[in-house]
């Protein structure tokens, strides 16, 4: 998905600083930060991320009080992201929020830290932290900005994590069936009824709850079942929300 012309307010807009074509006078091309700054966009938009992150650092260095330095802010983080290196991405993401907290592309940043997050939600018996912290991040945007056009897609994408969450908390309350450990088990299916009644797993997770609670004992197949869950597709969570699943987001930048 493209990346809009995230607002710089208080400055020039992407839109101007691309469409500059003069530079400093007595300076030459390829010292100026306007110029550094297209060169990085057009590497950006070839999707040669390591080359534009370069010309970004560069303007942030050698230029960093330049009309062009948010840009270069903004499109490192950016660049980060699209190489996958979520961590060094999400600093820069919180750096521009708290160096820049009035700025018109806040919300497109606080949605990118809830995408760091959340492409680094691994299989269900991982450790659940990145999915957990989506779910904050993406919340923290919606309570904050309600209106942004990444309301819908973000409020997808904590359905379909807190659906992960409920996965694992099944996997976990099945680990503690198979050892025998048949209230902690007890406890955490309550657990996960209680926090994810909109799971895609509660019908189960009920079921096996039941079996329990009857004192009858658990069919073994049930020791013997590990699920093999993962991380849904947030678009199937779009029509909670008006939008059909696969129409596509309200705005959402990132990748899948």
């Not at 370069?54 to 980060?80: G, H, Q, T």
């Not at 606080?110 to 904050?136: E, H």
């Not at 088990?185 to 797993?201: C, D, V, W």
């Amino acid at each position: 998905m493209s990346i809009p012309a995230a607002g710089l307010s208080g400055c020039a807009t992407l839109d101007t600083m691309l469409g500059w074509v003069g530079f400093g006078e007595g300076a030459t091309v390829q010292e100026t930060p306007e110029a550094l700054a297209m060169e990085g966009m057009a590497d950006f938009n070839r999707g040669k991320y390591s080359a534009a992150l370069k010309r970004f650092v560069e303007i942030k260095d050698r230029f960093p009080f330049s009309e062009v330095a948010l840009l270069a802010e903004l499109k490192a983080a950016d660049s980060n992201y699209y190489m996958d290196k979520f961590n060094e991405a999400k600093i820069l993401y919180e750096e521009f929020e708290a160096n820049h907290p009035t700025n018109e592309a806040v919300p497109y940043v606080l949605f990118q830290i809830g995408m760091c997050y959340y492409s680094q939600i691994g299989t269900n018996d991982r450790d659940p932290g990145n999915a957990q912290n989506a779910v904050q991040a993406f919340g923290r945007l919606n309570r904050a900005y309600p209106q942004s056009p990444y309301f819908v897609e973000a409020s997808a994408r904590i359905r379909a994590a807190r659906d992960f969450l409920a996965q694992h908390e099944f996997s976990v309350a099945t680990f503690y069936l198979r050892i025998d450990e048949d209230k902690q088990a007890q406890g955490r299916l309550e657990y996960l009824l209680a926090t994810y009644p909109e799971a895609s797993i509660t019908p189960r997770a009920t079921e096996l709850l039941a079996q329990l609670k009857s004192g009858k004992g658990i069919e073994k197949s049930w020791r013997r079942f590990v699920p093999t869950l993962s991380l849904p597709d947030w678009q199937t969570f779009t029509s909670a929300f008006g939008i059909l699943p696969g129409g596509g987001s309200s705005g959402g930048t990132a990748k899948e």
